[in-house]
C-alpha cells in the first residue's frame, strides 16, 4: 500500500514469538481514525502499513521470558508497553511511561517486505506479533468487539475525563466534538457522577449519541457562541472540566474560556501537526487559573484500568456496546473509512 490508496487485503509472514513478545490471535479489531491517518501518510512515511490497533484477542503463543500472559488468555491490546524504568516509572507514573515497548521482530508481506504495524500493533489481520506488555489479560466471557475498543479511542475518552481530567461527583463537565473519543468522554463523566454534562458537536446525529450515553444537555455548535452557550447551561460561570476532543485551535479556545474559574481543560483530540495554540491574552491565562492538560492515551495504565472497565462493563455499568455502530469483514474496511470520515458510526469493528 501506498500513500492514500485504498488498503488491500494480502498475505503476510507472522513468525514465532522472540523474547518478551507474544502472538495473539485477533477476534475483533475496531476502525480508528488513526489507521486512516496511517493510510494517508498522516504518521509517518514507513510504508507498508499493517493497520488495526483497537483489538481484542486470544493469546496463541509466548517467547522466552514472558510472565504477564500465558497461551489461551483473553486480552486486549494497547500501544503503550510500560518499561518500568524511564524517569516516569521512575517516580512511580507508568501511565507516562517515556519509553513503551513494541515486539522487536518484523511482520512481512509473503516476499519478505517488512512491514510497520500501526502503533505497534497491526490488528487487522488473523494473528499478530506484539510484546507481551501489549497484552492485558481481562475477562474471557467479555464480548471481543465491544471490549476491544479500550485498546484505542474509547479509552482515550474515558481517562481523558476520569483520569486527566479528574472529574468527580457533582461536577459539570462540556465535552466538545462528539465522535468516538468525545462521546467516550461523556461516559467517563458519566461514569464518575458528573452532575452537568454538556456534548457539543456540530452534528444532531452525535448530540443524540452522546444523550445515549450520559449526556445531560446538548449545544450545536453550529446554532451559535459555544461558549456562552455553556456558561448559560452552568449558572453562567463556566464547566468545571471542558474536555477538546477535536483539537483544532477554534475548539481550544473555545475550551479554554467555557472552563469556570480555575477550571480544567483537557485536549484530547489530537492536533494536526501544523496547528498553533490560539493567540490568548497571558493576563487570561492568568485570570482564568486552573489547569491546561494534554492527554496521552486517557493517561491510562492498561494493567489497571483496562480489567477494571471490562468488569464495570459486564456488570452493566458501562455500555461498551453502544460504541459499535457495525461488525464488518476485514474487506469492508475501505467503505468503513468513508463512513467514519462522514461522521455516519461511533465505531465500525472488525470481526475475524
Known amino acids: 500500500m501506498a500513500k492514500g490508496e485504498p488498503?488491500?487485503?494480502?498475505?503476510?509472514?507472522?513468525?514465532?514469538?522472540g523474547p518478551g513478545e507474544a502472538v495473539v490471535t485477533i477476534q475483533a479489531c475496531g476502525v480508528c481514525h488513526?489507521?486512516?491517518?496511517?493510510r494517508d501518510g498522516g504518521i509517518n512515511d514507513e510504508f507498508p502499513f499493517l493497520l488495526g490497533h483497537e483489538a481484542a484477542g486470544v493469546v496463541e503463543s509466548i517467547g522466552e521470558?514472558?510472565?504477564?500472559?500465558?497461551?489461551?488468555?483473553?486480552v486486549v491490546l494497547n500501544w503503550r508497553a510500560v518499561c518500568g524504568q524511564c524517569r516516569a516509572c521512575g517516580r512511580g507514573e507508568p501511565q507516562y511511561c517515556f519509553d513503551t515497548f513494541n515486539a522487536s521482530q518484523k511482520m512481512t508481506l509473503a516476499d519478505g517486505t517488512p512491514l510497520t504495524p500501526a502503533l505497534g500493533i497491526g490488528s487487522f489481520a488473523d494473528r499478530t506479533l506484539v510484546h507481551s506488555g501489549q497484552c492485558t489479560k481481562v475477562d474471557p466471557e467479555a464480548r471481543p468487539a465491544a471490549v476491544g475498543l479500550l485498546g484505542c479511542g474509547v479509552m482515550a475518552g474515558l481517562g481523558?475525563?476520569?483520569n486527566t481530567g479528574g472529574v468527580t461527583r457533582g461536577q459539570s463537565v462540556a465535552v466538545i466534538g462528539c465522535g468516538g473519543v468525545g462521546a467516550a468522554a461523556i461516559a467517563g463523566a458519566a461514569l464518575a457522577g458528573a452532575s452537568r454534562i454538556i456534548a457539543v458537536d456540530l452534528e444532531d446525529r452525535k448530540l443524540e449519541w452522546a444523550k445515549g450515553l450520559g449526556a445531560t444537555h446538548t449545544i450545536n455548535s453550529s446554532e451559535g457562541d459555544v461558549v456562552e452557550a455553556i456558561r448559560e447551561l452552568t449558572g453562567g460561570f463556566g464547566a468545571d472540566v471542558v474536555i477538546d476532543a477535536v483539537g483544532i485551535p477554534l475548539t481550544w479556545k473555545q475550551a479554554f474560556y467555557a472552563r469556570d474559574l480555575a477550571g480544567t481543560l483537557v485536549l484530547v483530540g489530537v492536533p494536526h501537526p501544523d496547528a498553533k495554540v490560539p493567540e490568548i491574552p497571558l493576563v487570561d491565562v492568568f485570570g482564568h487559573g486552573g489547569a491546561l492538560k494534554s492527554s496521552w492515551y486517557g493517561d491510562c495504565l492498561p494493567s489497571r484500568d483496562f480489567p477494571m472497565l471490562v468488569d464495570l462493563y459486564q456488570q452493566?455499568?458501562?455500555?461498551?456496546?453502544?460504541?459499535?455502530?457495525?461488525?464488518?469483514?476485514?474487506?469492508?474496511?475501505?467503505?468503513?473509512?468513508?463512513?467514519m470520515h462522514k461522521g455516519d458510526v461511533l465505531r465500525s469493528v472488525v470481526i475475524l
Open 160 to 162: 481523558a475525563a476520569i
Open 34 to 38: 488513526t489507521d486512516l491517518a496511517y
Open 7 to 17: 488498503v488491500q487485503t494480502v498475505e503476510i509472514l507472522v513468525p514465532d514469538p
Open 65 to 74: 521470558g514472558v510472565t504477564n500472559v500465558a497461551v489461551g488468555d483473553f
Open 316 to 339: 452493566g455499568r458501562l455500555d461498551l456496546d453502544a460504541f459499535v455502530s457495525e461488525e464488518i469483514g476485514l474487506d469492508d474496511v475501505e467503505g468503513a473509512f468513508t463512513k
